[in-house]
């Protein structure tokens, strides 16, 4: 049985740039030491972070910086070889080469993995700096798997699938999916829907989620739904206002910025229609947020996001980058009210199916049978 664990992630909970990936860490983590599991995890500091803290039950210690972390992290292991019966590493901004540096083999490692950035490093980072990751990960699901005792966990099957294209050994990679916290269940005053055709973009701002693309379709579906709104929402979406000055669409845009979890689920049970526009996303949290609201999305069919919506049954997957067929699933879902609210059902009926104590409970079991295997 696994007693301590050692988690090891470029950001937490705390930390001002944190997404789905620290969530995901978080929901596990403080459930693992619910069950008596001492966790300590080490990330990269921030200013005005505390060096060391516990959340929820689980320790935090922040070690360097977001830019320097993976340089800690021989110490880090050195440090903790002794004291961990397994390591679990997220891979979300670049493989910390666990496996490789461990100074124990016997030391079981098991890797998150939310998806594959590949070329997206390209778009985000400095040449060098992506071409260096690229490599990393290139390399991470052959090495992570078949070296002893490693393992990886993916979050959806389409990452589990990109894994074994890359080397990966398939009986050596598990599923084990994003959760919603469940706050809106049993809350009908969140199930107001707004009178005007609503849709909702939430998402941070970066390159490959393409938000743009959000605002291109939205500009066409008015053509068709005057009366429409998009409300957009998430950090650095006010970043956005002057593009939609230049589409000449302030008059139908509502855009909030950074919002905290009880407004943002407001905010998506009173949308009609979730969008997503991501080149790619590990599963899409938001998706299953939007769905717990009654919400159907409207998304690229790219990886992590077809796994969260489920074509004709939660919602409607177009072309990657097609703005046209995107705009024509938008219009559709406004103004098709029985196909709307079939899908609205479906997706909530399809998000009650994930919790993050199942999530937490399956990542157990992963991560036991790694150690004792």
């Known amino acids: 049985m696994v007693s301590r664990l050692l988690w090891l992630q470029w950001r937490d909970i705390g930390h001002p740039w944190s997404g789905g990936a620290e969530v995901y860490m978080h929901e596990v ?7 008596g599991i001492e966790v300590h995890a080490v990330t990269s500091w921030f200013p005005g972070l505390k060096r ?41 901004k670049a493989p910390l080469m666990t496996p490789l540096l461990r100074p124990r083999r016997n030391i079981a490692v098991v890797a998150v993995v939310h998806h594959l950035n590949r070329e997206i490093y390209f778009h985000e980072i400095p040449l060098l700096k992506a071409f260096i990751v690229y490599t990393l990960e290139s390399i991470m699901p052959s090495l ?23 080397g990966a ?41 393409q938000p743009h693309h ?15 709104r998009l409300i957009v929402a998430g950090k650095g979406t006010e970043l956005l206002s002057g593009y939609v000055k230049r589409l000449g669409i302030e008059h139908a845009v509502e ?35 939007a769905a717990a609201c009654r919400t159907p999305a409207v998304a690229y069919n790219v990886p992590g996001l077809r796994d969260s919506v489920k074509h004709m049954e939660t919602g409607i997957l177009v072309e990657p980058g097609n703005i046209e067929q995107l705009a024509g699933a938008i219009v559709r879902l406004l103004t098709d009210e029985k196909l709307r609210s079939r899908l609205a059902e479906s ?21 036991e049978g790694v150690a004792h295997g």
């Open 29 to 35: 983590c403080r459930r693992l030491s619910r069950k």
């Open 52 to 92: 060391s803290e516990e959340i929820d039950g689980y320790t935090v210690e922040r070690i360097g910086s977001h830019d320097d972390f993976i340089l800690h992290v021989p110490r880090i292991l050195k440090h903790y070889s002794r004291w961990a019966d397994v390591i679990v590493e997220d891979t979300s």
């Open 214 to 228: 959000a605002l291109l379709a939205f500009r066409e579906a008015l053509e068709e739904v005057p009366d429409a």
């Open 144 to 166: 992570y798997t078949h070296l002893p005792n490693t393992s990886l966990i993916a979050v959806s099957e389409s990452t589990k699938q990109e894994l074994i294209k890359l």
């Open 347 to 367: 997706a909530y009926m399809y998000a009650q199916s994930f919790s993050w104590d199942n999530t937490a409970e399956t990542f157990l079991k992963v991560v």
């Open 255 to 289: 855009i909030y910025g950074e919002v905290d979890e009880e407004t943002k689920m407001k905010l998506l049970c009173r949308a009609w229609v979730l969008i997503q526009t991501s080149k790619k996303e590990g599963f899409g949290i938001v998706v299953l947020e």
């Open 169 to 209: 050994n398939p009986s050596r990679v598990f599923i084990v999916p994003n959760a919603i916290n469940g706050k809106v269940n049993g809350n009908p005053h969140f199930f107001n829907k707004d009178p005007r055709p609503t849709l909702i973009y939430l998402s941070r701002i970066k390159r490959y989620k």
